[in-house]
């Protein structure tokens, strides 16, 4: 089976032209087939406050009001995902920039509304807005375009087929994508980020914890070691593994060759 | 040879959620290969201003600065583009998103400077900007996505293969689109907008010229009965008769199958 490499990077990398350009670089000289999936984060929320839309937060977590998902539509979909395929086709990739809704390759359903604990210690039913939650990817498509050198980059928008688009996370997203390829490819999937892997000592990033299993991820919870956005990162990992997937990588943004970061098998 | 209808609709009915939503239902009921062309307007001029950047306009025509090229990207590749590929999914439609930089589909390079006489009579170089004059189409490409049901959807933006969107006038987009379609598909191009067609009297609308040949538009415009935005239209036209197109249709929106409209062959 031929291998392929699903990467995610972050938001913050693609804001900065120079760690946008060292990435799209990096991203070129990687062999075989791969996929692109970026987030986008905080240009939305500049742009929507530029705007005069605010971004509204519950408990940390955005509220994708319909105006601001105009704004992720408009800046997901369109400034970044656009600027990252004009990039890669300057180094010679074949890029195809992709939000869910083209080629139907992603359908998702607006994520109904949640019971929360707040930090004030009272409930809430939250409605989280334009949120998609995934229920479908197309790997089969996908392996058609790849089998033609094609190298989709991924925006983090999905759509209902009501013609609603969605938000979804773009680290979800990565993982739905590579598991939908397993039938098709020896996948690997990276998420790079701002740190080297996942750190025994947050603050010193030469801890890098080099394995993890599923029982040391549950008893590095457990003690703590383990906190924060990198709980849901491990549990798509996890996940995408129970699912076929041959490795997670978890490294650092300039390292997407999958090198010195922490291995999930 | 099987047909194909390239359909070109300005920037104005996709702004109007009522408009908008007729235009994807035409579309979507229109049998055989397709493909869309659409414009952006006003909305990236709405959009820019309320981010405090102001439109330069030259003689009448807008001036793409960098920080303008970056609304175009947004609004036309992102905001309108995915809505109208999220509609036409809802619809059954398996719509296809696409700038010009996506799978290298129209490769343009920057338009150069060029010495205009403005309006008090004096001559000025002016740089346009950030603007592409088309170089190549993939004809082939998307010929080969036609082929397999898909129906691309295409955003008036294109890139130089440095790494750089371009922002192209959608008319030139659609003829050209229509033009590399020839050696594969019996090629009908529809260009939509706000009035029946060319029109004898700019004031009556039903004062439709139903057919119109080369000589004819010499005259025409001559006789000063086509003046304006129509001039270029009516060029873009005749030059995609030349490269083999089989009839340009110049028609109102809510007929996109041609009925009623001015046919050039």
Redesign the interface.
């Known amino acids: 089976m031929e291998k392929i490499n699903v990467i995610k990077v972050g938001g913050g990398i693609v804001e900065n032209p120079d760690s946008l350009s060292q990435l799209l670089t990096d991203f070129s000289q990687l062999s075989g087939h791969k996929i692109l999936v970026h987030g986008g984060g905080r240009s939305a929320t500049k742009?929507a406050a530029?705007?005069?839309i605010k971004s509204q937060m519950v408990d940390g977590r955005r509220i994708t009001d319909e105006q601001m998902l105009?704004v992720v539509?408009?800046?997901?979909?369109?400034?970044v995902?656009?600027?990252v395929?004009?990039?890669l086709?300057?180094r010679g990739v074949?890029?195809?920039?992709l939000?869910g809704?083209?080629?139907?390759i992603i359908r998702s359903h607006k994520r109904p509304l949640k019971c929360m604990t707040l930090d004030d210690g009272t409930n809430q039913m939250i409605d989280f807005g334009f949120v998609g939650d995934v229920e479908h990817v197309d790997g089969q498509m996908l392996s058609?375009l790849l089998q033609?050198g094609?190298v989709p980059v991924m925006a983090p928008?999905t759509?209902d087929?009501?013609?609603?688009?969605l938000n979804t996370n773009a680290d979800t997203i990565a993982s739905e994508v590579a598991c939908a390829l397993v039938p098709y490819f020896d996948v690997t999937l990276t998420f790079c980020f701002e740190k080297s892997g996942v750190l025994r000592n947050a603050d010193d990033d030469s801890s890098v914890i080099p394995h993890i299993t599923e029982d040391e991820f549950h008893q590095l919870t457990q003690s703590g070691i383990v906190v924060g956005g990198m709980i849901p990162k491990l549990e798509n990992s996890f996940q995408a593994i129970h699912q076929g997937v041959r490795q997670v990588i978890i490294t650092r943004t300039d390292h997407i060759d999958g090198q010195g970061g922490t291995i999930i098998e």
Chains 1, 2 share one sequence.
């Open positions: 742009i530029s705007l005069g105009q539509t408009m800046v997901y979909g369109g400034l995902n656009k600027n395929v004009a990039g086709q300057a074949n890029a195809l920039g939000t809704a083209d080629i139907n058609v033609q094609v928008l759509h087929g009501k013609g609603h688009l």
